[in-house]
């Protein structure tokens, strides 16, 4: 196994179990940020746990909860670890599950490694991309008792068709960009089917085949996206910045995310 790829797994695991403490407690230590979002205890656990484990390694980090370094700190990094604890923050608070932990490794602004780790249903998503693979596989217990890199585990994207194409997206609200990618797909397609997903699992749903495209026309910083992004890449898909045109890429020096297209 990957080094690299075997201390992102290792990391997000830990942190999911650090989460999970609080997320079985009656007190999540919700509070707002500067920019209104929401932040919790287990935020800043996940984000201790995994500075502890990546710390280590030769790769400097960005992380959604650190203090974020200027560009000219940063523009000089071949190599760089892409970190949101707790991704999906507002599932956490709403306790519906679908919240994850997000760890990516990225190289001259591309992913190569990413992991993603659902906490509560113990899913771990897990990708090389030099090696063209990514995989979903359920822990058994502790990590150190599930069987990882197992040909049964790999997922792929569904193959394409004309009659029906499954679009991420919310089922209650989206906004008039993502309305008229829709009506535009409705011309192509016989029928649209909206599947819905909280945080970074949106890109998992592609990734696996449970859906056909990800427009995401709102929003996201470089965490929300980058290990998504290598799980997507690894499996075949391609992440387009709607901006350039081309493959979105990482440690740019404005860390917000242009709207993108996953398919």
Known sequence: MNSDLQLAIKASVDAGMEIIKVYESSDLGVQLKDDKSPLTLADMASNDCINRHLEGSEHPLISEENKQLSYEDRKDWHTCWIVDPLDGTKEFIKRNGEFTVNIALCQS??????????????????????????????????????????????????????????????????????????DGLKKEHDEVEIVSKGSSLKFCLVAEGKADVY??????????????????????????????????????ENLLNSYFLVR
Request: with cysteine; aromatic share 8%; hydrophobic share 40%.
């Open 109 to 182: 602004g591309k992913p190569i490694l990413g992991v993603i780790y659902v906490p509560v249903t113990k899913e771990l998503y897990y990708a090389d991309v030099n090696k063209g693979e990514a995989y979903k596989t359920t822990l058994m217990g502790q990590l150190e008792n599930t069987s990882l890199f197992n040909e049964k585990d790999r997922i792929f994207p569904a193959e394409s068709t004309t009659k029906i194409v499954r679009v991420v997206g919310s089922r209650s609200h989206m906004n008039e960009d993502t309305l008229a990618f829709i």
């Open 215 to 252: 427009p995401r026309f709102a929003p996201t910083m470089e965490w929300d996206t980058a290990a998504g992004h290598a799980i997507c890449k690894a499996a075949g898909l391609e992440v387009i910045d709607q901006d350039t045109e081309e493959p979105m890429v990482y440690n740019r």
